[in-house]
Nanobody
Framework: QVHFVESGGGLAQPGGSLRLSCAAP????????TGWYRQVPGNQWELVAR???????LYADSVKGRFTISRDTAKRTVNLQMNSLKPEDTAVYSC????????????WGQGTQVSVSS
């Protein structure tokens, strides 16, 4: 089973920052694009940010100017820097990879919990 591993979640105060990291040991050669998604219980998964090997980046309107997605080639990870956090950002965050044809690689991971509260 291909397993994408998320880390970096936790508790932050409003206006604070967290940095998430996504890795997929053993399958990096297959990954053309990686997206960060989030889900509040009872809601649908929503795309937060996506980056591909050509450098194309997409952000949800709700996080533009606050979140930054990037690739770390040396560490073979895709990171999501989250600044100016709001309580509305509270959710489970999960990453998912896609091959060059657009097919997802592996299932949803367990995700990492991000909680923003004072």
């Amino acid at each position: 089973q291909v397993h994408f591993v998320e880390s970096g979640g936790g508790l932050a105060q409003p206006g604070g920052s967290l940095r998430l990291s996504c890795a997929a040991p053993g399958v990096s050669y297959m990954v053309y694009a990686t997206g960060w998604y989030r889900q509040v219980p009872g809601n649908q998964w929503e795309l937060v940010a996506r980056i591909d090997s050509a450098g194309n980046i997409l952000y949800a309107d709700s996080v533009k100017g606050r979140f930054t997605i990037s690739r770390d080639t040396a560490k073979r990870t895709v990171n999501l820097q989250m600044n100016s956090l709001k309580p509305e950002d509270t959710a489970v965050y999960s990453c998912r990879g896609f091959d060059s044809s657009g097919a997802p690689i592996g299932p949803w991971g367990q995700g990492t919990q991000v909680s923003v509260s004072s």
